[in-house]
């Protein structure tokens, strides 16, 4: 009897699983915490998808747009002052395009955007688990198993010290992976308040432990996110509150989001009397950090705005093909005499060292995905209203990423780097699907 059971879940779980699609799912829930199980997953699966769906692929102008893209980025490495680096730089971009195309074509339905997001809620909770114990508890660890099979180093205190980063490298870091969680898992939230369970009560049955497991999620998420001490993470944070609430139509909402708002911002920056009023209630841990009072002492160099007008300069003196991939990190230290790894802007990142054409067309590319990702938002009426708000979701969290890379880069940490990737993926082939189902209904009328 028992064994006939097991058979059944066997083959239950075998077939629920078989596809490339929930090998990804698998790759997702495992990333925060292997990285490279999950990046040989993720990249098996897109070479499978990119064999089976060639044609399909091939035929998209957007991966022609990609296309393009990798060869005027080949180029310029080819002319790049230190070529090797340059070259390895690539391994930043050009395997990620291949995600994208191969991605965008597997993921097609609004199903598969909430499987996604629902597996990076859940991967998301032990990665918490472990910053609040290395923040509140002293937690350290360095792990290594078979050695980047299984990798974790926790710094106790947190890296800066005082700033939780749990398995990531930095809190700035953790902090962008966490408002992309946070910003999806709230999708998810408001679309089970809309079915009623948020109105009814919260009685324990099948309906209410899912609302149930979000809301402790999105709170526990929610507070690692503030003790990240990342401005960054915060405003979009905020941002991201009060894009839903106005996408819902909360008006009391976005007025009391704004207040609160308002007076953390006249605590940091305004004039002392009003400024001294404010601090009474508003906890110094926040306006402190906003003002930069909490670090005094920082040097010049590492400002964001020195490293923007270094990176801007490095960018118009070489307009057309920069100085080459991972340069910017060498010129910056060679003129400052301090070791940064980038300039805290993507953009202004990819113009020193790519040059201006294909920052341009990188940045073309995106626009094009938001723009006919808002289009099918607004204008298709074939997507019910539950839909749509997943949808938006995964809008709010492209433009959440674009935000945050304005005033950092989530370049270099590969888990970032692919879950980036695979929600505009997910934007793309969802607006693929819909946009051929339109065609398709136009011509048969």
Same mark, same amino acid.
């Given at each position: 009897m028992l064994g006939a059971s097991l058979n059944k879940a066997f083959y239950y779980f075998k077939s629920r699983w078989q596809s490339s699609w929930n090998y990804s799912l698998w790759a997702l829930l495992i990333f925060p915490l292997s990285p490279l199980l999950g990046a040989v997953t993720v990249v098996v699966v897109s070479l499978i998808t990119l064999v089976k769906q060639y044609r399909k692929i091939s035929h998209r102008p957007l991966n022609w747009g990609f296309a393009l893209l990798s060869?005027?980025?080949?180029? #310029?490495? %080819?002319?790049?002052?230190?070529? #090797?680096? +340059?070259?390895?730089?690539?391994?930043?971009?050009?395997?990620?395009?291949?995600?994208?195309?191969?991605? &965008?074509?597997l993921i097609q339905t609004f199903a598969q955007l909430r499987q996604m997001a629902w597996i990076l809620v859940i991967g998301s909770m032990p990665v918490v688990i472990i910053g609040l114990g290395q923040l509140f508890l002293g937690w350290s660890l360095k792990l290594e198993i078979l050695w980047l099979v299984l990798a974790w180093t926790i710094k106790p205190g947190g890296n800066p010290p005082g700033r939780i980063a749990s398995l990531f490298l930095h809190a700035n870091t953790f902090a962008a992976y966490l408002a992309i969680v946070f910003i999806l898992g709230l999708g998810l939230w408001l679309e089970q308040w809309r079915s009623g369970i948020g109105y009814r009560g919260l009685s324990i049955g099948k309906n209410s432990v899912p609302f149930l497991f979000l809301t402790v999620a999105m709170i526990t998420n929610f507070i690692a996110l503030i003790f990240t001490s990342s401005r960054n993470g915060w405003a979009i944070a905020i941002f991201a509150c009060l894009a839903?609430?106005?996408?819902?139509?909360?008006?009391?909402?976005?007025? %009391?989001?704004?207040?609160?708002? &308002? &007076?953390?911002?006249? +605590?940091?920056f305004a004039p002392s009397p009003v400024a001294q009023f404010f601090r009474q209630y508003v906890p110094a841990f926040f306006w402190a950090r906003l003002n930069d009072d909490m670090y005094p002492d920082r040097?010049?160099?590492?400002?964001?705005?020195?490293?923007?007008?270094?990176?801007?300069?490095?960018?118009?003196?070489?307009?057309? #093909?920069?100085?080459?991939?991972?340069?910017?990190? #060498?010129?910056?230290?060679a003129q400052m005499h301090i070791p940064l790894g980038h300039p805290h802007n993507l953009f202004l990142m990819l113009s020193a060292e790519t040059g201006f054409p294909s920052t341009f067309l990188f940045c073309g590319l995106l626009a094009w995905i938001l723009i006919t990702g808002v289009q099918l938002l607004r204008k298709s009426k074939y997507i019910n209203r539950q839909d749509r708000l997943i949808f938006f979701s995964y809008l709010l969290a492209f433009v959440a990423w674009v935000l945050f890379n304005t005033v950092d880069v989530t370049l270099f940490d590969f888990r970032l780097n692919a879950l980036s990737w695979l929600i505009l993926a997910a934007i793309c082939g969802v607006v693929y699907r819909y946009d051929q189902f339109n065609l398709s209904s136009s011509t048969n009328s």
């Amino acid at each position: 009897m028992l064994g006939a059971s097991l058979n059944k879940a066997f083959y239950y779980f075998k077939s629920r699983w078989q596809s490339s699609w929930n090998y990804s799912l698998w790759a997702l829930l495992i990333f925060p915490l292997s990285p490279l199980l999950g990046a040989v997953t993720v990249v098996v699966v897109s070479l499978i998808t990119l064999v089976k769906q060639y044609r399909k692929i091939s035929h998209r102008p957007l991966n022609w747009g990609f296309a393009l893209l990798s060869v005027l980025l080949i180029m #310029t490495a %080819g002319f790049a002052q230190d070529k #090797t680096a +340059a070259f390895l730089g690539l391994f930043n971009l050009l395997p990620f395009f291949l995600v994208f195309a191969a991605h &965008s074509t597997l993921i097609q339905t609004f199903a598969q955007l909430r499987q996604m997001a629902w597996i990076l809620v859940i991967g998301s909770m032990p990665v918490v688990i472990i910053g609040l114990g290395q923040l509140f508890l002293g937690w350290s660890l360095k792990l290594e198993i078979l050695w980047l099979v299984l990798a974790w180093t926790i710094k106790p205190g947190g890296n800066p010290p005082g700033r939780i980063a749990s398995l990531f490298l930095h809190a700035n870091t953790f902090a962008a992976y966490l408002a992309i969680v946070f910003i999806l898992g709230l999708g998810l939230w408001l679309e089970q308040w809309r079915s009623g369970i948020g109105y009814r009560g919260l009685s324990i049955g099948k309906n209410s432990v899912p609302f149930l497991f979000l809301t402790v999620a999105m709170i526990t998420n929610f507070i690692a996110l503030i003790f990240t001490s990342s401005r960054n993470g915060w405003a979009i944070a905020i941002f991201a509150c009060l894009a839903y609430a106005l996408y819902q139509g909360w008006r009391i909402l976005v007025g %009391g989001v704004a207040a609160i708002v &308002s &007076s953390v911002l006249l +605590a940091a920056f305004a004039p002392s009397p009003v400024a001294q009023f404010f601090r009474q209630y508003v906890p110094a841990f926040f306006w402190a950090r906003l003002n930069d009072d909490m670090y005094p002492d920082r040097p010049v160099a590492l400002m964001r705005e020195t490293q923007w007008e270094f990176a801007w300069s490095l960018a118009q003196e070489h307009p057309w #093909t920069g100085w080459g991939l991972r340069s910017f990190s #060498t010129l910056y230290k060679a003129q400052m005499h301090i070791p940064l790894g980038h300039p805290h802007n993507l953009f202004l990142m990819l113009s020193a060292e790519t040059g201006f054409p294909s920052t341009f067309l990188f940045c073309g590319l995106l626009a094009w995905i938001l723009i006919t990702g808002v289009q099918l938002l607004r204008k298709s009426k074939y997507i019910n209203r539950q839909d749509r708000l997943i949808f938006f979701s995964y809008l709010l969290a492209f433009v959440a990423w674009v935000l945050f890379n304005t005033v950092d880069v989530t370049l270099f940490d590969f888990r970032l780097n692919a879950l980036s990737w695979l929600i505009l993926a997910a934007i793309c082939g969802v607006v693929y699907r819909y946009d051929q189902f339109n065609l398709s209904s136009s011509t048969n009328s």
